[in-house]
């Protein structure tokens, strides 16, 4: 009995992966629909490549110091309890690989391409998984603080604050540091539009993102027994809540529409397990109008050119869904309990500071040291042609 219950912990913890893996195809075509055609061919190939530099970092350095535990024994050693402790490196590895994932996003169009690999390497071998072994692995003595200052310990069941606060931060300072495409913003203070190129290649990604994210949360459980389908549906309610709030903010724009429940989605990770439902379904509605507000502001009036809005949907929902697991999460508001508005507002922070520092080191001294950006001829004739030499439709390049 012990070894199938191992074996069924085991399957469940892979087909999480397996789910958040084929999310990363929903950040390449989310990317793909929003980017300029002359970009298309290079979104895809970065969130793959990505996704590989990641495995290697995550493989080599990045698990160790989260966890502390390597693999460097032999595999009859590794292969031990079904190999589920292979399969949850596996499923934690999808989370951390999303982190240049979102970055991507913000830096599309004009990023170089091996500067953003080494990037890659060092968020996801450094900088991410020291704040994920900070809240997840309790390391540093950093939750044990938490729970004696403020009576609870930082609670974020699936990642709004350790993947998605932290990946949308870590992409601000190299969106900053990139600057804008050029043509975005004119000289006179008009704001030139640089509309999305395919809205169903932008509607297929938000889908599968969707699709994956109940992966993405539901399996955080890592166990079968711990399966909860409050869960499930309370990330099915702030879903509908971010959808139906970036509907009316957003005024009908398919985009806002697309991007409204990945910020519902991205809010309720951290207090999926203990939200009432229709706590959840306000967590998702407040994130839904924080991301068109925010990216409308970020956009037109900061002239901040944020591609996909990564730092309004990851950075800010993903804040917004760690404090709000501090409210929705207590029994006074129909939750479970066991949190604490202190312990997550800290907390939350803690991971922006964490994420905006590493940031802007990783992407200030690569910029320093050998340049991030395309320059201006590369930049026009686009990333597709300029870094891969093929364009998403060379049939208009060929010689009949």
Same mark, same amino acid.
């Given at each position: ?261 990945? @910020?519902? &989605? $991205?809010?309720?990770? #951290? %207090? ?6 229709? +706590? /959840?379904? *306000?967590? !998702? ?57 202190? @312990?997550? &507002? $800290?907390?939350?922070? #803690? %991971? ?6 590493? +940031? /802007?080191? *990783?992407? !200030? ?36």
């Amino acid at each position: 009995m012990n070894n199938l219950a191992t074996g069924a912990d085991t399957l469940f913890v892979l087909l999480g992966a397996i789910m958040v893996l084929a999310m990363h195809s929903g950040f390449a075509f989310l990317e793909l629909g929003t980017v300029r055609r002359k970009n298309q061919v290079n979104a895809l190939v970065k969130i793959l490549t990505d996704f590989s530099v990641s495995t290697i970092a995550y493989f080599f350095i990045g698990y160790s110091i989260a966890y502390g535990v390597d693999f460097y024994s032999g595999a009859s050693v590794l292969a031990q309890k079904n190999g589920y402790d292979l399969v949850k490196f596996f499923f934690l590895l999808t989370f951390a690989a999303a982190i240049p994932a979102i970055v991507s996003g913000g830096i599309a169009e004009r990023a170089r391409f091996n500067p953003q690999l080494i990037a890659t390497f060092l968020l996801v071998g450094f900088v991410y998984p020291f704040f994920e072994g900070l809240v997840w692995n309790k390391n540093m003595g950093f939750q044990a603080w938490l729970n004696a200052s403020f009576g609870a310990e930082l609670h974020d069941f699936a990642g709004s604050v350790v993947v998605h606060a932290v990946g949308g931060w870590i992409a601000l300072p190299a969106v900053l540091l990139l600057g804008a495409r050029r043509g975005r913003y004119r000289n006179d203070g008009m704001v030139s539009a640089h509309p999305p190129s395919s809205i169903p290649f932008l509607a297929l990604g938000a889908w599968v993102l969707t699709v994956g994210w109940f992966g993405f949360n539901v399996m955080s459980a890592q166990k079968l027994e711990a399966i909860s389908g409050l869960v499930a549906v309370n990330s099915l309610m702030a879903m509908v809540g971010g959808t139906l709030a970036a509907l009316v903010i957003g005024k009908n724009d398919p985009g806002f529409i697309h991007n409204g429940p990945l @910020a519902g &989605l $991205v809010a309720v990770c #951290a %207090g999926s397990d203990l939200m009432h439902p229709i +706590g /959840a379904l *306000v967590t !998702g509605a407040v994130a839904g109008v924080l991301f068109v507000v925010m990216f409308t502001i970020t956009q037109n009036r900061w002239k901040i050119d944020d591609v996909l809005g990564v730092w309004p949907l990851h950075g800010l929902c993903g804040a917004w869904g760690g404090i709000a697991a501090g409210i929705f999460g207590l029994q006074a508001f129909g939750g479970m309990g066991g949190v604490t508005f202190g @312990a997550q &507002l $800290v907390g939350t922070l #803690a %991971g922006v500071g964490v994420a905006l520092i590493g +940031g /802007a080191v *990783v992407y !200030g001294g690569i910029k320093a040291a050998m340049g991030l950006r395309l320059d201006a001829e590369e930049e026009f004739n686009g990333a597709d042609l300029s870094i891969h030499k093929i364009s998403a439709s060379p049939e208009r390049e060929t010689n009949w």
